[in-house]
């Protein structure tokens, strides 16, 4: 079975994506032969207060069929971060959080990562960070945005290594 853990709905702030509604996701999925995926709203990458793509998020998939699996993007940077994490988590059936350290102006050596971190796994939610959201040649003039180092996500999770 193959499960998609890196798709989005909605629109980005630098590139139009394909596939971008909850008709063209399933319909390349079905093409693909993904039988499910995890999905983030794309606008909340950008967004300082990422919860209400979430919230725009949860209301494209309403009555979906639950083979697409929707994902809470969080900003502990952001005041009201815990309310987010809980409102994702137990009002609207998100699954898992994605951190974007770098689009929301933290490190994941902060303490408030730290903090997300924790509270998304006392929820039941595993994190994801991922390594970057578009390749740095497509950025633009307006944006200047670093990878995540593996470094820093591989002390996160302890030191364990979880990849070669």
Known sequence: MLFDINAYLGAFALRELRHNDVAGLSAFMERKGIRRALVSAAEAITWKDCHSANRLLSERLAGTD???VPCAVINPGYAGWRRDLEEASCGMGMRAVKLYPHWHGYS????????????????????????????????GWLFDV????????IDRVGGRRVCQ
């Open 66 to 68: 639950g083979n697409i």
């Open 146 to 153: 670093p990878d995540v180092p593996l470094a820093d996500i």
């Open 108 to 139: 994941l050596g902060d303490g408030c990562a730290d903090e997300v971190v924790r509270a998304a796994t006392d929820l039941g939610l595993p994190v994801l960070i991922p390594v970057r959201a578009v390749d740095r040649r497509q950025l």
